[in-house]
């Protein structure tokens, strides 16, 4: 699956075949279990998303809410999108610390986070990168980056 239709994140869950329903549920729960308050899970550009609301943060170029993380079942692996790592070079290099001392291969793009397993991830280090970034902070540094475009 490359992009649900689904309305809601347990419908996008329940047409997920069982084990990439396990494996998604898993990264989701580690999210949620560090998301700082103010974060709202909705479905977003056809996956999971941690978002701002609009109601919160209305000032956004596509009108859409400002999406923090994402969670995907892609057709060929998994995708956790960390848009707090794209904006900020220290939790980056937080990030790519955190994967070299686990041992694991780092498969990134710009915010994109490529795997195939949950044991392919260090879920706390990235748990504690997600803690570490309130909306406040996320929004600032949104904030920043547009007006450096």
Same mark, same amino acid.
């Given at each position: 699956?490359?992009?649900?239709?689904?309305?809601?994140?347990?419908?996008? $869950?329940?047409?997920?075949?069982?084990?990439?329903?396990?494996?998604?549920?898993?990264?989701?729960?580690?999210?949620?279990?560090?998301? *700082?308050?103010?974060?709202?899970?909705?479905?977003?550009?056809?996956?999971?998303?941690?978002? /701002?609301?609009?109601?919160?943060? *209305?000032?956004?170029?596509?009108?859409? &809410?400002?999406?923090?993380?994402? @969670?995907?079942?892609?057709?060929?692996?998994?995708?956790?999108? $960390?848009?707090?790592?794209?904006? %900020? *070079?220290?939790?980056?290099? $937080? $990030?790519?610390?955190?994967?070299?001392?686990?041992?694991?291969?780092? %498969?990134?793009?710009?915010?994109? @986070?490529?795997?195939?397993?949950?044991?392919?991830? &260090?879920?706390?280090?990235?748990?504690? /990168? @997600?803690?570490?970034? &309130? &909306? %406040?902070?996320? /929004?600032?540094?949104?904030?920043?980056?547009?007006?450096?475009?």
């Amino acid at each position: 699956m490359a992009r649900s239709a689904a309305a809601t994140v347990d419908e996008y $869950l329940a047409e997920l075949p069982e084990e990439r329903r396990r494996i998604v549920s898993a990264v989701r729960d580690a999210v949620l279990r560090h998301l *700082p308050d103010g974060y709202r899970e909705m479905m977003t550009y056809g996956m999971i998303g941690y978002c /701002i609301p609009l109601e919160r943060y *209305p000032d956004t170029y596509n009108g859409q &809410p400002l999406t923090f993380a994402a @969670i995907a079942a892609q057709k060929n692996y998994y995708a956790l999108y $960390l848009t707090c790592v794209d904006q %900020d *070079p220290e939790r980056e290099r $937080l $990030l790519r610390e955190a994967f070299e001392v686990a041992g694991k291969k780092l %498969d990134m793009g710009k915010s994109c @986070i490529r795997f195939r397993s949950t044991s392919d991830l &260090p879920l706390d280090a990235i748990g504690r /990168i @997600i803690a570490a970034t &309130p &909306p %406040d902070a996320f /929004i600032e540094r949104h904030e920043e980056a547009r007006a450096g475009r």
